[in-house]
C-alpha cells in the first residue's frame, strides 16, 4: 500500500459497485461499543457471542449449531469442505461465486474437492441438472457428486423460491447430496420474498446456511448456521486452522446482536431492495438499456452501450462490469438514498441522450 500524507478521505459519493463499498450501519456500531466495555473470554467463549447465536437460532426456528468467520469466502469454503472428502464434488452454478469469486477456497480448504458446473435460467440452478450430473458417470474416475450449493440471492440478483428450493433439495436428496447455501445476500432474499428465514433454509432442505453480515451493514463477519448438527462435528477445529477463529469474538458477534435484535437485518435488506426497485423503475424508462436478468433482490444489472459505460465512469461512477453474465451491475446497499439512485439515473439518461 503506498503511504500517502493527504488525509484519508470517502469516496465522492455513494456508490453502485457492491454493497461491501458501503459502512457500517448504526445498529451494528453501536453494539461494537457496547461490547467494547472491559474484559470478556476470548474465542467465543463471551456472552455476546452467546446471545449472537441464540438470536439466530430463534429468528431460524432451529435449534442449529453457529459458527461465526471473518468473511463470506472462508464461511463458504469450511463449510462445503465440511460436507465433502477430496475425492468428492460439489454441483454449484456456472456463475457461482464459489466459482467464479473464491480464488479456488472450497477447492483448497476441501484439499481438491471438485467443482461440477451446472446450467440454469438468471443464475438459479435448473432441478434436473443434479440429476444430469449425478448420473453422468458412476465410474471410480469421476469425482463422487456430494453437495450442491445454492446462492441467496444468485450472482444475478434474483432468488429462489421456497418451492424452488424444495425442488433443488428433493433432486439433491434423490441423488444422496447434501444441500449448502450461499447466503451472502440471505437477508435481501428474505426481504424480497416475504418468507421465514426457516421457510427459505431448513424447512426447504437446506442443510448448511453461510449467512452474510458484512453486506447486510456490519464491518466484517458472516455466520454459518448448520441445520443438521452431525455435519459441524469438528468444524470449529476446521475454523481454527484456517485462521478463521477469532480471538476477540465478541466484535464479530456484537454486531449480529445489534442487527438481530433491533430488525435493522431486515430493514437494511428491504431499503436496500426499494433501491433497486427505484434504480429499474427509472432505468426501465429509458431507450437503449436491456436487463440482464429480473430484479428481484438489491441489484440491476443491464448491457450498457460502451460509451454510455466510458461516460459513467468519467463522471466519476464506480460499478463492475466483470459480475455474472456480463454487462454493468449496479448493487444497491442500507444506505443507499434515493437521491443517489436519481443522480445515477440522471446520469445514464443524459449520456443515453447524447449517444
Ligand atoms: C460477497 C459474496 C460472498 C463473500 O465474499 P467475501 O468477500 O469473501 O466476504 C460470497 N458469496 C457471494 C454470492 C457474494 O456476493
Known amino acids: 500500500?503506498?503511504?500517502?500524507?493527504?488525509?484519508?478521505?470517502?469516496?465522492?459519493r455513494h456508490q453502485f459497485a457492491s454493497d461491501n463499498y458501503a459502512g457500517i450501519c448504526p445498529e451494528s456500531w453501536r453494539a461494537m461499543e457496547r461490547a467494547n466495555v472491559g474484559h470478556a473470554r476470548a474465542y467465543?467463549?463471551?456472552?455476546?457471542?452467546?446471545?449472537?447465536?441464540?438470536?439466530?437460532?430463534?429468528?431460524?426456528?432451529?435449534?442449529?449449531?453457529?459458527y461465526f468467520t471473518f468473511n463470506g469466502t472462508a464461511a463458504n469454503s469450511l463449510a462445503l469442505a465440511a460436507l465433502c472428502q477430496s475425492y468428492h464434488s460439489i454441483i454449484c452454478h456456472e456463475l457461482a461465486h464459489?466459482?467464479?469469486?473464491?480464488?479456488?477456497?472450497?477447492?483448497?480448504?476441501?484439499?481438491?474437492?471438485?467443482l461440477l458446473l451446472a446450467s440454469g435460467k438468471d443464475g438459479r440452478i435448473q432441478p434436473s441438472e443434479i440429476r444430469r450430473i449425478v448420473h453422468r458417470r458412476k465410474d471410480l474416475h469421476y469425482p463422487v457428486p456430494k453437495v450442491v450449493t445454492v446462492t441467496q440471492a444468485t450472482e444475478l440478483g434474483t432468488v429462489y423460491s421456497p418451492t424452488e428450493l424444495v425442488d433443488i433439495s428433493s433432486e439433491a436428496r434423490a441423488c444422496g447430496l447434501k444441500v449448502h447455501m450461499d447466503g451472502a445476500r440471505f437477508?435481501?432474499?428474505?426481504?424480497?420474498?416475504?418468507?421465514?428465514?426457516?421457510?427459505?433454509?431448513?424447512?426447504?432442505?437446506?442443510?448448511?446456511?453461510?449467512?452474510?453480515?458484512?453486506?447486510?451493514?456490519?464491518?466484517?463477519?458472516?455466520?454459518?448456521?448448520?441445520?443438521?448438527?452431525?455435519?459441524?462435528?469438528?468444524?470449529?477445529?476446521?475454523?481454527?486452522?484456517?485462521?478463521?477463529?477469532?480471538?476477540?469474538?465478541?466484535?464479530?458477534?456484537?454486531?449480529?446482536?445489534?442487527?438481530?435484535?433491533?430488525?435493522?437485518?431486515?430493514?437494511?435488506?428491504?431499503?436496500?431492495?426499494?433501491?433497486?426497485?427505484?434504480?429499474?423503475?427509472?432505468?426501465?424508462?429509458?431507450?437503449?438499456?436491456?436487463?440482464?436478468?429480473?430484479?428481484?433482490?438489491?441489484?440491476v444489472f443491464v448491457d450498457l452501450p460502451e460509451q454510455v459505460a466510458a461516460g459513467l465512469r468519467a463522471r466519476g461512477w464506480v460499478f463492475y462490469t466483470f459480475i455474472g453474465a456480463g454487462g454493468a451491475r449496479f448493487m444497491c446497499s442500507w444506505d443507499t438514498t434515493t437521491e443517489d439512485v436519481d443522480h445515477l439515473a440522471d446520469d445514464l439518461t443524459s449520456l443515453l441522450g447524447s449517444l
Open 1 to 12: 500500500m503506498p503511504l500517502s500524507a493527504e488525509p484519508l478521505q470517502p469516496l465522492p
Open 98 to 114: 464459489v466459482e467464479t469469486d473464491e480464488c479456488g477456497g472450497p477447492e483448497f480448504f476441501s484439499n481438491g474437492t471438485k
Open 187 to 299: 437477508a435481501n432474499a428474505v426481504a424480497s420474498l416475504g418468507a421465514t428465514p426457516a421457510e427459505l433454509t431448513w424447512k426447504a432442505g437446506i442443510d448448511v446456511l453461510c449467512f452474510g453480515g458484512t453486506k447486510n451493514g456490519m464491518a466484517v463477519g458472516e455466520a454459518i448456521l448448520f441445520f443438521d448438527r452431525s455435519l459441524s462435528e469438528e468444524f470449529k477445529y476446521r475454523c481454527k486452522q484456517a485462521g478463521q477463529l477469532a480471538s476477540k469474538m465478541r466484535f464479530l458477534a456484537a454486531p449480529w446482536v445489534g442487527l438481530l435484535e433491533s430488525g435493522a437485518w431486515l430493514n437494511n435488506a428491504r431499503h436496500a431492495n426499494n433501491m433497486a426497485e427505484r434504480l429499474e423503475g427509472r432505468l426501465k424508462k429509458l431507450p437503449g438499456i436491456s436487463f440482464i436478468a429480473p430484479r428481484q433482490a438489491n441489484s
Open 44 to 66: 467465543g467463549e463471551d456472552a455476546w457471542t452467546l446471545r449472537a447465536s441464540e438470536l439466530l437460532r430463534e429468528i431460524f426456528e432451529h435449534d442449529c449449531d453457529v
